[in-house]
Protein backbone atom coordinates (compact mmCIF):
# COMPACT_ATOMS: atom_id res chain seq x y z
CA UNK A 1 0.00 0.00 0.00
CA UNK A 2 1.26 3.28 -1.09
CA UNK A 3 1.78 5.88 1.43
CA UNK A 4 -0.17 7.91 -0.85
CA UNK A 5 -2.79 5.43 -1.51
CA UNK A 6 -6.20 5.95 -0.35
CA UNK A 7 -7.01 2.21 -1.68
CA UNK A 8 -9.46 0.70 0.51
CA UNK A 9 -8.01 -2.10 2.72
CA UNK A 10 -9.80 -5.04 3.37
CA UNK A 11 -10.22 -6.80 7.00
CA UNK A 12 -8.02 -9.84 6.11
CA UNK A 13 -5.75 -7.77 4.50
CA UNK A 14 -5.00 -5.44 7.74
CA UNK A 15 -4.67 -8.37 10.03
CA UNK A 16 -2.03 -9.74 8.26
CA UNK A 17 0.21 -6.84 8.08
CA UNK A 18 -0.44 -5.04 11.19
CA UNK A 19 -3.21 -2.59 9.86
CA UNK A 20 -6.02 -3.80 11.81
CA UNK A 21 -6.22 -0.02 13.33
CA UNK A 22 -5.74 1.41 9.83
CA UNK A 23 -9.07 -0.91 8.61
CA UNK A 24 -11.08 0.65 11.38
CA UNK A 25 -10.04 4.31 11.16
CA UNK A 26 -10.87 4.01 7.49
CA UNK A 27 -14.53 2.33 8.23
CA UNK A 28 -15.42 4.63 11.49
CA UNK A 29 -12.37 7.32 11.61
CA UNK A 30 -14.51 9.04 14.62
CA UNK A 31 -15.85 6.06 16.74
CA UNK A 32 -14.38 6.21 19.73
CA UNK A 33 -11.29 3.66 20.05
CA UNK A 34 -9.23 4.79 23.65
CA UNK A 35 -10.27 6.44 26.66
CA UNK A 36 -8.23 7.31 29.82
CA UNK A 37 -7.18 9.87 32.37
CA UNK A 38 -4.59 10.80 30.45
CA UNK A 39 -6.37 11.58 27.25
CA UNK A 40 -8.56 9.87 24.60
CA UNK A 41 -7.92 9.01 21.20
CA UNK A 42 -10.69 8.25 18.31
CA UNK A 43 -9.99 5.18 15.58
CA UNK A 44 -8.74 7.92 13.31
CA UNK A 45 -6.59 9.91 15.80
CA UNK A 46 -5.11 6.31 17.10
CA UNK A 47 -4.62 5.15 13.39
CA UNK A 48 -2.22 8.40 12.96
CA UNK A 49 -0.22 8.17 15.83
CA UNK A 50 0.57 4.91 15.23
CA UNK A 51 1.65 6.28 11.56
CA UNK A 52 3.33 8.23 12.80
CA UNK A 53 5.65 6.54 15.44
CA UNK A 54 6.38 3.83 12.84
CA UNK A 55 8.28 6.64 10.98
CA UNK A 56 10.30 7.51 13.97
CA UNK A 57 11.13 3.80 14.33
CA UNK A 58 11.92 3.59 11.03
CA UNK A 59 13.95 6.22 10.96
CA UNK A 60 15.95 5.49 13.86
CA UNK A 61 17.32 2.29 11.77
CA UNK A 62 14.59 -0.18 13.49
CA UNK A 63 14.42 -3.35 11.30
CA UNK A 64 11.58 -5.83 11.37
CA UNK A 65 12.32 -8.53 14.16
CA UNK A 66 14.17 -6.09 16.24
CA UNK A 67 12.88 -5.58 19.33
CA UNK A 68 11.07 -2.47 21.11
CA UNK A 69 10.57 -2.15 24.73
CA UNK A 70 7.13 -0.04 26.51
CA UNK A 71 7.48 0.85 29.76
CA UNK A 72 4.09 2.41 29.94
CA UNK A 73 0.64 2.52 32.49
CA UNK A 74 -2.66 2.54 30.91
CA UNK A 75 -2.45 5.37 28.76
CA UNK A 76 -3.10 6.05 24.94
CA UNK A 77 0.18 5.98 24.13
CA UNK A 78 1.02 2.31 25.38
CA UNK A 79 -1.07 1.32 22.47
CA UNK A 80 0.43 3.37 20.05
CA UNK A 81 3.83 2.12 20.53
CA UNK A 82 1.87 -1.71 20.70
CA UNK A 83 0.43 -1.26 17.54
CA UNK A 84 3.20 0.99 15.66
CA UNK A 85 5.72 -2.16 16.28
CA UNK A 86 3.37 -4.42 15.18
CA UNK A 87 2.94 -2.53 12.09
CA UNK A 88 6.44 -2.26 11.33
CA UNK A 89 7.12 -6.28 11.99
CA UNK A 90 8.76 -5.38 15.61
CA UNK A 91 9.02 -7.42 18.22
CA UNK A 92 7.48 -5.38 21.09
CA UNK A 93 8.27 -6.04 25.03
CA UNK A 94 5.72 -4.55 27.50
CA UNK A 95 7.24 -4.30 30.61
CA UNK A 96 5.51 -4.78 34.41
CA UNK A 97 5.98 -0.97 36.04
CA UNK A 98 5.94 -2.82 39.50
CA UNK A 99 9.25 -4.63 38.56
CA UNK A 100 12.17 -3.26 40.16
CA UNK A 101 15.53 -0.99 37.92
CA UNK A 102 17.42 -4.01 38.11
CA UNK A 103 14.24 -6.50 37.03
CA UNK A 104 12.87 -3.94 33.99
CA UNK A 105 16.59 -3.31 33.26
CA UNK A 106 17.47 -7.31 32.60
CA UNK A 107 14.69 -7.15 30.36
CA UNK A 108 14.84 -4.25 28.01
CA UNK A 109 18.84 -6.00 27.32
CA UNK A 110 17.89 -9.18 27.26
CA UNK A 111 15.49 -8.57 24.50
CA UNK A 112 17.70 -7.25 23.07
CA UNK A 113 15.44 -3.78 22.37
CA UNK A 114 16.21 -1.27 19.98
CA UNK A 115 13.63 0.98 20.89
CA UNK A 116 12.30 2.04 24.59
CA UNK A 117 9.51 3.78 25.21
CA UNK A 118 9.15 4.69 29.15
CA UNK A 119 6.58 6.57 30.93
CA UNK A 120 7.74 9.53 33.23
CA UNK A 121 5.73 7.99 36.31
CA UNK A 122 8.71 5.55 36.07
CA UNK A 123 11.19 7.19 35.30
CA UNK A 124 13.60 5.91 38.28
CA UNK A 125 13.53 2.39 36.77
CA UNK A 126 13.54 4.14 32.95
CA UNK A 127 16.77 5.38 33.45
CA UNK A 128 18.26 2.25 35.48
CA UNK A 129 17.25 0.47 32.49
CA UNK A 130 18.46 2.84 29.61
CA UNK A 131 21.94 2.91 31.16
CA UNK A 132 22.49 -0.77 31.59
CA UNK A 133 20.90 -1.97 28.31
CA UNK A 134 23.12 -2.23 25.44
CA UNK A 135 21.85 -1.51 21.66
CA UNK A 136 19.10 0.95 22.35
CA UNK A 137 19.15 3.06 19.30
CA UNK A 138 15.93 5.34 20.32
CA UNK A 139 14.13 6.27 23.69
CA UNK A 140 11.71 8.21 24.00
CA UNK A 141 9.97 9.84 27.18
CA UNK A 142 5.77 10.10 27.55
CA UNK A 143 3.75 12.07 29.80
CA UNK A 144 7.23 14.46 30.79
CA UNK A 145 11.05 14.58 31.04
CA UNK A 146 13.50 11.71 31.64
CA UNK A 147 17.27 11.98 31.66
CA UNK A 148 19.04 10.67 28.27
CA UNK A 149 15.20 10.21 26.21
CA UNK A 150 13.95 12.19 23.88
CA UNK A 151 10.43 13.78 24.24
CA UNK A 152 8.19 11.57 23.06
CA UNK A 153 5.11 14.16 21.63
CA UNK A 154 7.54 16.29 19.90
CA UNK A 155 9.54 13.20 18.57
CA UNK A 156 6.56 11.69 17.37
CA UNK A 157 4.75 15.49 15.74
CA UNK A 158 7.18 16.12 13.17
CA UNK A 159 6.31 13.05 11.32
CA UNK A 160 3.65 12.26 8.22
CA UNK A 161 0.47 10.63 9.86
CA UNK A 162 -0.63 9.37 6.56
CA UNK A 163 -0.17 5.15 6.42
CA UNK A 164 2.85 3.97 5.82
CA UNK A 165 4.50 2.13 2.80
CA UNK A 166 5.12 -1.59 3.12
CA UNK A 167 3.51 -2.31 6.01
CA UNK A 168 4.37 -5.85 7.71
CA UNK A 169 3.14 -7.90 10.60
CA UNK A 170 4.96 -7.71 13.96
CA UNK A 171 5.27 -9.76 16.78
CA UNK A 172 5.30 -9.78 20.64
CA UNK A 173 7.27 -11.19 23.33
CA UNK A 174 5.82 -11.19 26.89
CA UNK A 175 8.26 -12.14 29.77
CA UNK A 176 7.30 -14.96 32.75
CA UNK A 177 8.79 -14.85 35.63
CA UNK A 178 10.74 -18.24 36.73
CA UNK A 179 10.75 -20.57 39.56
CA UNK A 180 14.47 -19.50 39.81
CA UNK A 181 16.55 -16.99 38.03
CA UNK A 182 15.43 -14.18 36.02
CA UNK A 183 12.36 -13.37 33.96
CA UNK A 184 12.16 -15.38 30.56
CA UNK A 185 10.87 -14.08 27.52
CA UNK A 186 7.93 -16.20 25.83
CA UNK A 187 9.21 -15.85 22.41
CA UNK A 188 7.06 -17.30 18.67
CA UNK A 189 8.26 -16.77 15.07
CA UNK A 190 7.19 -13.49 13.25
CA UNK A 191 5.86 -15.59 10.33
CA UNK A 192 4.51 -18.24 12.27
CA UNK A 193 2.52 -15.92 14.35
CA UNK A 194 1.16 -14.04 11.46
CA UNK A 195 -0.45 -17.33 10.70
CA UNK A 196 -2.26 -17.20 13.78
CA UNK A 197 -3.22 -14.16 13.31
CA UNK A 198 -4.40 -14.66 10.00
CA UNK A 199 -6.38 -17.45 11.12
CA UNK A 200 -7.94 -15.18 14.26
CA UNK A 201 -9.05 -12.66 11.56
CA UNK A 202 -11.26 -14.88 10.16
CA UNK A 203 -12.59 -15.75 13.33
CA UNK A 204 -12.89 -12.48 14.58
CA UNK A 205 -15.13 -11.90 11.44
CA UNK A 206 -17.20 -14.62 11.80
CA UNK A 207 -17.78 -13.41 15.87
CA UNK A 208 -19.52 -10.41 14.23
CA UNK A 209 -22.05 -13.21 12.31
CA UNK A 210 -25.42 -14.34 13.40
CA UNK A 211 -24.61 -17.08 16.45
CA UNK A 212 -24.70 -20.15 14.00
CA UNK A 213 -22.20 -18.95 11.74
CA UNK A 214 -19.10 -20.52 13.62
CA UNK A 215 -15.50 -19.58 13.24
CA UNK A 216 -13.36 -22.29 11.08
CA UNK A 217 -12.06 -25.24 13.23
CA UNK A 218 -8.45 -24.01 12.81
CA UNK A 219 -9.40 -20.53 14.01
CA UNK A 220 -11.38 -21.88 16.90
CA UNK A 221 -8.12 -23.88 18.21
CA UNK A 222 -7.12 -20.85 20.37
CA UNK A 223 -8.80 -20.11 23.86
CA UNK A 224 -8.43 -16.20 22.80
CA UNK A 225 -10.36 -16.63 19.95
CA UNK A 226 -13.14 -19.19 21.62
CA UNK A 227 -13.37 -16.27 24.22
CA UNK A 228 -13.45 -13.99 21.18
CA UNK A 229 -16.20 -15.69 19.63
CA UNK A 230 -18.99 -15.92 22.92
CA UNK A 231 -18.04 -11.75 23.34
CA UNK A 232 -20.09 -11.59 20.32
CA UNK A 233 -18.52 -7.91 19.72
CA UNK A 234 -20.83 -5.36 18.00
CA UNK A 235 -18.32 -2.79 17.13
CA UNK A 236 -21.38 0.38 16.76
CA UNK A 237 -22.60 -0.58 20.35
CA UNK A 238 -19.92 -2.35 22.18
CA UNK A 239 -17.53 -1.35 24.80
CA UNK A 240 -14.81 -2.89 26.78
CA UNK A 241 -13.48 -1.98 29.94
CA UNK A 242 -9.85 -2.62 30.67
CA UNK A 243 -9.67 -3.33 34.47
CA UNK A 244 -5.89 -4.47 34.55
CA UNK A 245 -2.33 -3.24 33.69
CA UNK A 246 -2.15 -3.51 29.82
CA UNK A 247 1.43 -5.00 30.55
CA UNK A 248 -0.40 -8.33 31.89
CA UNK A 249 -0.99 -10.86 29.50
CA UNK A 250 -5.01 -11.43 29.99
CA UNK A 251 -5.62 -7.64 29.75
CA UNK A 252 -3.70 -7.21 26.28
CA UNK A 253 -4.93 -10.23 24.94
CA UNK A 254 -8.84 -9.52 26.25
CA UNK A 255 -9.27 -5.97 26.93
CA UNK A 256 -7.22 -4.42 24.05
CA UNK A 257 -6.28 -6.72 21.54
CA UNK A 258 -9.26 -8.30 20.86
CA UNK A 259 -11.46 -6.06 21.18
CA UNK A 260 -9.40 -3.20 19.06
CA UNK A 261 -9.48 -6.06 16.50
CA UNK A 262 -12.77 -5.84 16.01
CA UNK A 263 -13.38 -2.18 16.13
CA UNK A 264 -14.60 -1.88 19.39
CA UNK A 265 -13.48 1.12 21.44
CA UNK A 266 -11.91 0.40 25.15
CA UNK A 267 -11.50 2.52 28.32
CA UNK A 268 -8.63 1.68 30.70
CA UNK A 269 -8.59 2.43 34.47
CA UNK A 270 -5.68 3.91 35.77
CA UNK A 271 -5.60 1.42 38.92
CA UNK A 272 -8.25 -0.42 40.38
CA UNK A 273 -10.92 0.74 41.98
CA UNK A 274 -14.27 -1.59 42.94
CA UNK A 275 -16.48 1.49 42.68
CA UNK A 276 -14.70 3.65 39.98
CA UNK A 277 -14.96 0.18 37.59
CA UNK A 278 -18.93 0.50 38.47
CA UNK A 279 -18.80 4.26 37.70
CA UNK A 280 -16.91 3.79 34.63
CA UNK A 281 -18.95 0.65 33.50
CA UNK A 282 -22.63 3.06 34.06
CA UNK A 283 -20.81 6.10 32.70
CA UNK A 284 -19.89 4.35 29.30
CA UNK A 285 -22.20 1.51 28.88
CA UNK A 286 -19.68 -0.81 29.40
CA UNK A 287 -20.53 -3.91 27.54
CA UNK A 288 -17.45 -6.26 28.26
CA UNK A 289 -14.89 -6.70 30.73
CA UNK A 290 -12.22 -9.24 31.76
CA UNK A 291 -11.47 -9.67 35.66
CA UNK A 292 -9.55 -11.54 38.25
CA UNK A 293 -11.45 -13.03 41.40
CA UNK A 294 -10.23 -10.67 43.66
CA UNK A 295 -12.04 -8.01 41.61
CA UNK A 296 -15.42 -10.06 42.04
CA UNK A 297 -14.35 -10.13 45.99
CA UNK A 298 -13.69 -6.21 46.45
CA UNK A 299 -17.14 -6.16 44.29
CA UNK A 300 -18.96 -8.06 46.35
CA UNK A 301 -17.73 -6.50 49.48
CA UNK A 302 -19.13 -3.27 48.47
CA UNK A 303 -22.35 -1.42 50.36
CA UNK A 304 -25.19 -2.74 48.75
CA UNK A 305 -26.32 0.94 48.75
CA UNK A 306 -22.94 1.80 47.06
CA UNK A 307 -23.62 -0.73 44.18
CA UNK A 308 -27.21 0.16 43.82
CA UNK A 309 -25.90 3.57 42.78
CA UNK A 310 -24.59 2.24 39.14
CA UNK A 311 -26.48 1.01 36.58
CA UNK A 312 -24.39 -2.17 35.68
CA UNK A 313 -27.25 -3.58 33.38
CA UNK A 314 -25.16 -3.07 30.09
CA UNK A 315 -22.23 -5.37 30.89
CA UNK A 316 -23.48 -8.69 28.97
CA UNK A 317 -19.98 -10.55 28.52
CA UNK A 318 -17.63 -10.33 31.81
CA UNK A 319 -14.84 -12.51 31.54
CA UNK A 320 -12.61 -14.20 34.61
CA UNK A 321 -9.05 -16.22 34.65
CA UNK A 322 -5.77 -15.93 35.74
CA UNK A 323 -6.62 -17.21 38.89
CA UNK A 324 -8.89 -19.84 40.40
CA UNK A 325 -12.17 -18.35 41.82
CA UNK A 326 -14.29 -19.97 44.83
CA UNK A 327 -17.59 -21.15 43.77
CA UNK A 328 -19.70 -18.83 46.20
CA UNK A 329 -18.10 -15.76 44.65
CA UNK A 330 -18.64 -16.37 41.30
CA UNK A 331 -22.02 -17.68 41.97
CA UNK A 332 -22.41 -14.16 44.29
CA UNK A 333 -21.72 -12.27 41.06
CA UNK A 334 -23.97 -14.18 38.76
CA UNK A 335 -26.78 -13.84 41.20
CA UNK A 336 -25.74 -9.63 40.93
CA UNK A 337 -25.25 -9.39 37.21
CA UNK A 338 -26.59 -11.98 35.73
CA UNK A 339 -25.38 -14.93 33.60
CA UNK A 340 -22.93 -13.04 31.79
CA UNK A 341 -19.96 -14.26 33.58
CA UNK A 342 -17.37 -16.82 31.61
CA UNK A 343 -14.39 -18.00 32.35
CA UNK A 344 -11.01 -19.11 30.97
CA UNK A 345 -7.61 -21.56 31.85
CA UNK A 346 -5.20 -20.91 29.94
CA UNK A 347 -0.76 -20.04 29.83
CA UNK A 348 1.03 -17.38 28.42
CA UNK A 349 3.02 -19.64 26.27
CA UNK A 350 -0.42 -20.53 24.48
CA UNK A 351 -2.05 -23.86 23.64
CA UNK A 352 -5.62 -24.88 23.44
CA UNK A 353 -6.92 -23.54 26.86
CA UNK A 354 -10.08 -24.28 28.59
CA UNK A 355 -13.18 -21.83 28.14
CA UNK A 356 -16.96 -21.86 30.28
CA UNK A 357 -20.10 -20.35 30.40
CA UNK A 358 -22.28 -19.16 32.40
CA UNK A 359 -25.01 -21.65 31.38
CA UNK A 360 -22.68 -24.47 31.67
CA UNK A 361 -20.55 -23.25 34.53
CA UNK A 362 -24.30 -23.21 36.52
CA UNK A 363 -24.46 -27.01 35.89
CA UNK A 364 -20.98 -27.68 36.45
CA UNK A 365 -19.89 -25.26 39.04
CA UNK A 366 -16.14 -24.96 39.64
CA UNK A 367 -15.74 -26.28 36.05
CA UNK A 368 -13.18 -24.20 34.10
CA UNK A 369 -14.83 -25.94 30.77
CA UNK A 370 -13.66 -28.65 27.93
CA UNK A 371 -10.48 -28.00 26.11
CA UNK A 372 -11.29 -27.02 22.32
CA UNK A 373 -11.98 -30.11 19.88
CA UNK A 374 -8.88 -29.56 17.84
CA UNK A 375 -6.69 -30.26 21.28
CA UNK A 376 -6.13 -32.99 22.68
CA UNK A 377 -5.05 -31.45 26.25
CA UNK A 378 -4.61 -34.51 28.85
CA UNK A 379 -4.34 -35.37 32.85
CA UNK A 380 -1.03 -37.52 33.36
CA UNK A 381 -0.03 -39.06 36.82
CA UNK A 382 4.25 -38.68 37.57
CA UNK A 383 4.86 -41.51 34.98
CA UNK A 384 3.37 -39.51 31.88
CA UNK A 385 0.39 -41.86 31.55
CA UNK A 386 -2.73 -40.62 31.32
CA UNK A 387 -5.63 -40.70 33.97
CA UNK A 388 -8.63 -42.38 33.84
CA UNK A 389 -11.94 -40.17 34.33
CA UNK A 390 -12.40 -38.83 37.68
CA UNK A 391 -7.86 -39.42 38.54
CA UNK A 392 -6.10 -36.44 39.66
CA UNK A 393 -2.88 -35.94 37.75
CA UNK A 394 -1.31 -32.98 36.64
CA UNK A 395 -2.42 -31.08 33.69
CA UNK A 396 -0.80 -30.87 29.90
CA UNK A 397 -1.92 -28.72 27.24
CA UNK A 398 -1.38 -29.41 23.64
CA UNK A 399 1.01 -27.27 22.20
CA UNK A 400 -0.06 -25.16 18.54
CA UNK A 401 1.80 -26.69 15.57
CA UNK A 402 2.29 -23.04 14.39
CA UNK A 403 3.14 -20.62 16.12
CA UNK A 404 4.33 -22.74 18.98
CA UNK A 405 6.31 -20.97 22.04
CA UNK A 406 10.20 -20.85 23.23
CA UNK A 407 11.92 -19.03 25.74
CA UNK A 408 14.12 -16.53 24.47
CA UNK A 409 17.93 -17.46 24.29
CA UNK A 410 17.04 -20.37 26.74
CA UNK A 411 16.68 -23.64 24.83
CA UNK A 412 17.13 -25.69 28.05
CA UNK A 413 14.18 -24.28 30.09
CA UNK A 414 12.33 -24.75 26.44
CA UNK A 415 12.81 -28.29 25.91
CA UNK A 416 12.28 -28.67 29.49
CA UNK A 417 9.17 -27.15 29.40
CA UNK A 418 7.51 -30.04 27.11
CA UNK A 419 6.68 -33.44 27.21
CA UNK A 420 6.59 -34.23 23.66
CA UNK A 421 3.84 -32.36 22.03
CA UNK A 422 2.45 -31.01 25.33
CA UNK A 423 3.23 -28.93 28.08
CA UNK A 424 2.36 -27.97 31.48
CA UNK A 425 1.74 -25.24 34.17
CA UNK A 426 2.13 -27.46 37.25
CA UNK A 427 -1.48 -27.76 37.74
CA UNK A 428 -3.45 -30.38 39.20
CA UNK A 429 -7.10 -31.57 38.18
CA UNK A 430 -9.17 -34.30 36.66
CA UNK A 431 -11.79 -34.80 33.68
CA UNK A 432 -15.47 -35.88 34.91
CA UNK A 433 -17.64 -38.29 33.27
CA UNK A 434 -18.53 -35.31 30.62
CA UNK A 435 -15.04 -34.12 29.96
CA UNK A 436 -14.84 -30.80 32.25
CA UNK A 437 -12.19 -30.09 34.15
CA UNK A 438 -11.99 -29.36 37.54
CA UNK A 439 -8.44 -28.17 39.43
CA UNK A 440 -7.71 -29.40 42.77
CA UNK A 441 -4.23 -28.20 43.44
CA UNK A 442 -0.75 -26.56 42.00
CA UNK A 443 2.41 -27.07 42.03
CA UNK A 444 3.73 -25.64 45.06
CA UNK A 445 6.49 -23.57 43.11
CA UNK A 446 3.93 -21.11 41.84
CA UNK A 447 1.59 -18.80 44.10
CA UNK A 448 -0.98 -16.64 42.32
CA UNK A 449 -2.06 -13.74 43.87
CA UNK A 450 -4.82 -11.40 42.71
CA UNK A 451 -4.60 -13.03 39.39
CA UNK A 452 -0.46 -12.59 39.46
CA UNK A 453 1.94 -15.49 39.32
CA UNK A 454 4.63 -15.15 41.79
CA UNK A 455 7.33 -17.47 42.40
CA UNK A 456 8.66 -18.32 45.66
CA UNK A 457 11.88 -18.67 45.37
CA UNK A 458 12.75 -15.17 44.11
CA UNK A 459 11.78 -14.51 47.99
CA UNK A 460 13.87 -17.00 49.36
CA UNK A 461 16.80 -15.81 47.29
CA UNK A 462 16.32 -12.60 49.09
CA UNK A 463 15.58 -13.58 52.17
CA UNK A 464 18.82 -15.87 52.29
CA UNK A 465 20.81 -12.68 51.93
CA UNK A 466 19.88 -11.51 55.65
CA UNK A 467 22.19 -12.72 57.83
CA UNK A 468 19.35 -14.32 60.62
CA UNK A 469 18.18 -16.68 58.03
CA UNK A 470 19.58 -20.12 58.69
CA UNK A 471 16.66 -20.94 55.67
CA UNK A 472 13.49 -20.47 54.32
CA UNK A 473 10.78 -21.31 52.36
CA UNK A 474 8.26 -19.14 50.49
CA UNK A 475 4.82 -20.35 50.26
CA UNK A 476 1.00 -19.08 48.94
CA UNK A 477 -1.87 -19.25 51.68
CA UNK A 478 -5.16 -18.79 51.69
CA UNK A 479 -6.49 -15.59 51.37
CA UNK A 480 -10.09 -15.04 50.83
CA UNK A 481 -9.61 -11.83 48.49
CA UNK A 482 -6.55 -12.41 47.09
CA UNK A 483 -7.18 -15.79 46.61
CA UNK A 484 -3.78 -16.28 48.36
CA UNK A 485 -0.77 -14.62 50.07
CA UNK A 486 2.69 -14.83 50.17
CA UNK A 487 4.15 -15.73 53.68
CA UNK A 488 7.20 -17.07 54.30
CA UNK A 489 8.43 -20.23 56.80
CA UNK A 490 11.58 -19.21 58.26
CA UNK A 491 14.25 -21.02 60.21
CA UNK A 492 16.61 -18.95 62.19
CA UNK A 493 20.66 -18.69 62.24
CA UNK A 494 21.96 -19.43 66.19
CA UNK A 495 21.96 -16.73 67.92
CA UNK A 496 19.15 -14.86 66.61
CA UNK A 497 15.25 -14.67 68.61
CA UNK A 498 11.89 -15.43 67.00
CA UNK A 499 9.75 -12.25 67.53
CA UNK A 500 7.23 -9.55 65.96
CA UNK A 501 10.17 -7.75 65.51
CA UNK A 502 12.61 -10.10 63.70
CA UNK A 503 9.41 -10.87 61.36
CA UNK A 504 8.89 -7.28 60.50
CA UNK A 505 12.51 -6.67 60.01
CA UNK A 506 12.68 -9.50 57.32
CA UNK A 507 9.78 -8.18 55.60
CA UNK A 508 11.15 -4.81 55.22
CA UNK A 509 14.72 -6.03 54.10
CA UNK A 510 12.71 -8.21 51.31
CA UNK A 511 10.67 -5.04 50.08
CA UNK A 512 13.93 -3.24 49.72
CA UNK A 513 15.33 -6.02 46.63
CA UNK A 514 11.91 -6.78 45.73
CA UNK A 515 8.37 -5.76 44.75
CA UNK A 516 5.74 -5.58 47.57
CA UNK A 517 3.74 -8.08 45.26
CA UNK A 518 6.62 -10.66 45.52
CA UNK A 519 7.43 -9.77 49.33
CA UNK A 520 5.67 -11.82 51.79
CA UNK A 521 2.85 -10.14 53.84
CA UNK A 522 4.09 -12.55 56.95
CA UNK A 523 6.45 -14.61 58.48
CA UNK A 524 6.28 -17.81 60.30
CA UNK A 525 9.46 -19.26 62.35
CA UNK A 526 10.51 -23.03 62.64
CA UNK A 527 13.07 -25.24 64.40
CA UNK A 528 13.39 -27.14 61.15
CA UNK A 529 12.20 -27.01 57.68
CA UNK A 530 11.36 -30.24 56.06
CA UNK A 531 13.90 -31.93 53.94
CA UNK A 532 13.53 -35.00 51.79
CA UNK A 533 16.78 -36.78 51.79
CA UNK A 534 18.95 -35.06 49.11
CA UNK A 535 18.69 -31.68 51.50
CA UNK A 536 15.96 -30.56 49.26
CA UNK A 537 13.19 -28.62 51.17
CA UNK A 538 9.66 -30.20 50.21
CA UNK A 539 7.64 -26.88 49.77
CA UNK A 540 4.67 -28.93 49.90
CA UNK A 541 4.91 -30.50 53.07
CA UNK A 542 5.54 -26.66 54.47
CA UNK A 543 2.29 -25.43 52.19
CA UNK A 544 -0.09 -28.31 53.77
CA UNK A 545 -0.94 -27.31 57.51
CA UNK A 546 -2.02 -24.10 56.04
CA UNK A 547 -4.04 -25.74 53.49
CA UNK A 548 -5.72 -28.30 55.82
CA UNK A 549 -9.88 -28.45 55.36
CA UNK A 550 -9.91 -26.37 52.78
CA UNK A 551 -12.39 -27.24 49.54
CA UNK A 552 -9.82 -26.53 46.82
CA UNK A 553 -5.50 -26.48 47.13
CA UNK A 554 -5.66 -23.65 44.87
Given at each position: ??????????????????????Y????????????????????????????????V???A????????????????????????????????????W??????A????????A??F????????????????????K?????????E???????????????????????????????????????????????????????????????????????A??????????????N???????????G????????????????????????????????????????????????????????P?????????????????????????????????????I???????????????????W????????????????????D??????????????????????????????????????????????G????????F????????????????????????????????????????????????????????????????????????????????????????????????????????????????????
Amino acid sequence: MSEASTEQITQQEAATTGMLIAYHAQQAPERMAVTTVYGERTFGQLNSRINQLARVFRQAGLQPDDAVALLLVNRCEFLEVYYAAMRTGLRVTPINWHLTGDDAAYIVDNCEAKGFVADVECATTAQQALSQASGVKIALAVGGEIEGFEDYEETVDQQPSHNIDNPTSGSQMLYTSGTTGRPKGVYRDRVALRRAIAAQAGAAQAATQPAQAAPAPAARAPVATAAGGAAGYNPDTDRTLCTGPGYHAAPLAFNILSPIAQGVGIVMMDRWDAEECLRLVAEYKITHTHMVATMFHRLLSLPEEVRSNYDSSSLRYVLHGAAPCPVHVKQAMMDWLGPVIYEYYAATEGGGGFFIGPEDWLKKPGSVGKAPDANNNKIVDDEGNEVPQGEIGTIYFQAPQVGRFEYYKDSKKTADSYMGDFFTLGDMGYFDADGYLFLTGRNAETIISGGVNIYPQEADNVLLKHPAIADVCTIGIPNEEWGEEVKSVVQLNEGYSESNEMAEELITFSREMLPAYKSPRSIDFVAELPRLPSGKIQRRKVREPYWAGMDKQI
